[in-house]
């Protein structure tokens, strides 16, 4: 059986993914390479794994790679929304 964190454990990521979504903010990462991203990430991860790589395995890996990539679309979406805000009271 695999640990599912609870929602409140999750918050502790808090400040690790807002420094890491303005990361990927700044280098101008969007959600449409996450697919991409997760697809190469658990393939190398499989890789290394070997035969510890069970069905089990990557499938908890792939929906906690999809879960922190929806926490990251999401805040990112909205910096690059806060940041489009700025930039057009700029111009006004």
């Not at 999750?10 to 959600?31: F, M, P, W, Y």
Request: hydrophobic letters at 40%.
């Amino acid at each position: 059986m695999f640990f599912c964190p609870k929602s409140n454990e999750l918050e502790k990521l808090g400040n690790a993914v807002e420094q890491i979504a303005h990361a990927h903010v700044n280098t101008r990462v969007i959600a449409e390479q996450y697919p991409v991203i997760g697809e190469c990430l658990l393939a190398a991860m499989k890789d290394i794994l070997g035969d510890a790589a069970t069905p089990e395995v990557m499938e908890a890996w792939t929906e906690a790679y999809n879960s922190l990539a929806d926490i990251f679309i999401t805040r990112e979406k909205e910096i690059y929304r806060q940041q489009d805000k700025k930039m057009q009271a700029k111009l006004k």
